[in-house]
């Protein structure tokens, strides 16, 4: 890949020799120094202190009992660190006045001047800035369905919107202006672009407090430099050279480059960028602390650095495994990733590219990655789909792009993604108005191209009370997860169900009572990013058993098709499950089809995988909230004593390990399900290490059979069929699907056209009939 340069710095402004501000003389003295004091508090500590000999001149100053040198003397020595001067006249009226300090910036990097005030208000209200080099790079996705949305963002504006400007007003200081007739402020701005930039700045302490004549009002030409070039070398394990994931802050908690002034490949709703090895960043001279790791696979490491005075600098980092899935034939994927729509913007471009996207999978270490093109922006995305892998993949990560079904007329009755399309124009219609309105005939037709077709979100409209599994509950069906799914698997059309990105019993509890009734629908993990969650791909993902067999998408979705995964946030794994040694997936001579083990009776049968799941040691240095959504992560900032354990199962983020521990130590459960319930349970160790687990249950009727660490992981279900007998493990479950036909059947015919309403009532009674008939063959729980 091409060297991606990302320019940060923070540069030290130094005054001039003189000043030509006019000089406050009605100023009380002792505020006016206890004032001064704390600022010189605040520079400080923000690394932007007065030079040496004005520092010496301040002391001295500080000490002489003539009150009138020491006001004069403070604005001598500080007007000449002054970016402007505002004065507020006695109606409040605010005008403003350029400063004599150096104008120099350093590209993407933060700069502190000095703001004089002369205060005749006596105004205590805050002093904001306005500047219109400081709007919005981007405008969010949010108009699905247009064939283009409005420019809200031209792209011949982007480079005059490259600066942020921020008021430090952060202890020792004071949010607002303190009243006294005169005061300094900190202003720190920084820049995303080099050379030489003019900025307009508009002051003000209030609405309407902007003087007449534009008053208020200067621009500002800057010198703005490209500072030091940092090369990262990111090197693996195993000593290759790869891609990986850096978050770089300095001692003020600030992230580098700053997200609001990102345009991609870095992510502005990101708090991480993705570099490879031999890719630069920029930092100005001094510490950051950099995390960084390569997804969950991966311990997240920290370490501080210091950036020289130089050119350039080199900085490696070693990444280091706590697990390794690929070399037990085990290959990642995420089904459900979005580049447009959601957290992404559809201006100035139409969400992102297709190599933007592939830094995402590659960071995240992430083998297999779907790229689902839907409504927002869908007549830009779907020039990047192929029928095959994208052209970027290689034989380490692979990305191809496919559809998910939503901000389409059929949206209300379940988002459908429909992976290894041939086709993504369903019957050849040219716009999105034009597919169906319901679910069953978008299915039928991708499902003639040979696609994997199934479920995203499913936990969305199946909000049932109580955390417990199978669970009797009747959901409303009124949102966009597998609603429909209740009918649609009827018909033989339906491969997976997602899980991971929504809450684990409303997912789960519906595929129990299917699979209770005797459908064999797989799950799969997915993100559902950067709507669901936006930190990062891959935080619902999949692992595909691909033991001699190439790794392509094809097999790796075929794999989930035939139920030969486990799902998973990452920090938790189910290897190797098998029951009665038929291995999860698999088609062997002791059964008749895939994950399937047929036995003549009623028997015990064995049950074994290698577990292995990761928690640290003491749960509260547990890392907390990393895999939120934006509004999460600001939640959790707002109470930083939550922490995941102590989290509802279905509150976000609904799949974590940490919501596994048992109490205060580091043992989590492994449970044994059939037919939807926990027969058995084994405690381990979550110490990173594989562990064998092994159970012997008794099989008295056709049943499924499943492990699952909740919710954290679950495997797909292995069929013991005795005596060539149906799955029908119980009546209680047939009920709740026939009464949760009707029920969604009245959730969603207002919102299926006239034209296909017959249809689709037809649909749902056949639905009907067959959970009629599975009743009658069903056992009495």
Known sequence: MKKLLTHLFIIVVFPLSASHLDEVVKVEYQPLVAATERLLEAMNYIGYPLVPEDMQAMQSLLENPDQKDVIRGIQTILDKYCLVAVHINPESRVKVKDGPVDKKLLQNGWTSFLVKVHNEGNVTAPLEVQSPNTEPLFHQS?????????????????????????????????????????????????????????????????????????????????????????????????????????????????????????????????????????????????????????????????????????????????????????????????????????????SPTEG??????????????????????????????????????????????????????????????????????????????????????????????????????????????????????????????????????????????????????????????????????????????????????????????????????????????????????????????????TVGGVPVGEKTNKGKDFSQYDIKSPQKVKVSAKVAARLEEDPETAERFGDLDTNSRSMARRNPKLEYRYLPMNEKPYWHLEKARIGDTRKIPVELIVNGHAVDRIEIDADGSIQDVKFDVLIEKSSWVALRILPSSHTNPVFVIVDDQPIRASRKSALWCIDAVDVCWDAKKDNIRESELDEARLAYDHAKMVYHKILRESLFD
């Open 142 to 346: 949010g108009y699905p369905g247009r064939h283009r949305p409005p420019v809200t963002v031209p792209e011949h504006e982007v480079p005059n919107r490259f600066l942020e400007v921020a008021i430090y007003d952060k202890q020792p200081l004071k949010e607002g202006l303190s009243g006294l007739a005169l005061e300094y402020r900190i202003i720190q701005l920084y820049s995303r672009e080099a050379g030489k930039k003019e900025v307009k700045f508009d002051f003000n302490v209030g609405q309407g407090t902007q003087d007449i004549g534009f008053r208020s009002e200067t621009s500002i030409l800057f010198d703005i430099e490209v500072p030091v070039e940092m090369e990262v070398e990111l090197i693996d394990y195993d000593g290759t050279r790869v891609f990986g994931s850096l978050l770089i802050k300095d001692k003020f908690g600030r992230i580098y480059p700053a997200p609001s002034r990102r345009l991609a490949p870095d992510f502005f709703f990101q708090n991480q960028i993705y570099r490879e090895s031999g890719e630069t960043v920029l930092l100005p001279p001094g510490e950051y602390t950099v995390d960084y790791t390569r997804g969950p696979e991966y311990l997240l490491s920290t370490r501080k650095i210091t950036v020289p005075q130089a050119k350039t600098h080199k900085e490696s980092f070693r990444f280091e495994r706590w697990i390794n899935l690929e070399k037990m034939d085990w290959i990642s994927g995420d089904v459900h990733i979005h580049a447009a729509g959601c957290a992404h913007y559809e």
């Open 352 to 577: 992102v590219l297709p190599e933007d996207m592939i830094r995402q999978i590659m960071g995240e270490d992430l083998r297999v990655g779907s790229i689902l093109s839907w409504g927002p922006s869908w007549y830009f995305q779907k020039q990047f789909f192929e029928g095959s892998t994208n052209k970027l993949s290689s034989n380490k990560h692979i990305m191809r792009y496919d559809v998910e079904v939503s901000g389409f007329p059929s949206s209300h009755a379940g988002h459908l993604s429909l992976l290894r399309l041939t086709d993504d124009d369903y019957n050849g219609v040219q716009s999105i108005e034009e597919w169906p309105s319901w679910d069953l005939p978008i299915l039928k037709w991708a499902k003639e191209q040979g696609a994997v077709t199934g479920f995203t979100h499913s936990g969305l409209g199946l909000k049932v009370p109580g955390e417990y599994l199978p669970n009797y509950n009747m959901p409303p069906f009124n949102s966009i997860g597998a609603n429909e799914y209740i009918m649609d698997v009827t018909h033989d059309v339906v491969d997976v169900l997602a899980t991971v990105n929504t809450q684990p019993i409303y997912e789960l509890n519906i595929w129990y009572h299917t699979l209770n009734c005797g459908f064999r629908t797989r799950i799969t993990g997915e993100t559902d990013f950067p709507c669901i969650f936006d930190s990062r791909v891959g935080i619902g993902r999949s692992y595909v058993k691909m033991k001699g067999v190439p790794v392509t998408y094809d097999n790796w979705i075929q794999g989930v098709k035939e139920g030969r995964n486990y799902v998973t946030d990452g920090m938790s794994h189910l290897i190797d499950f």
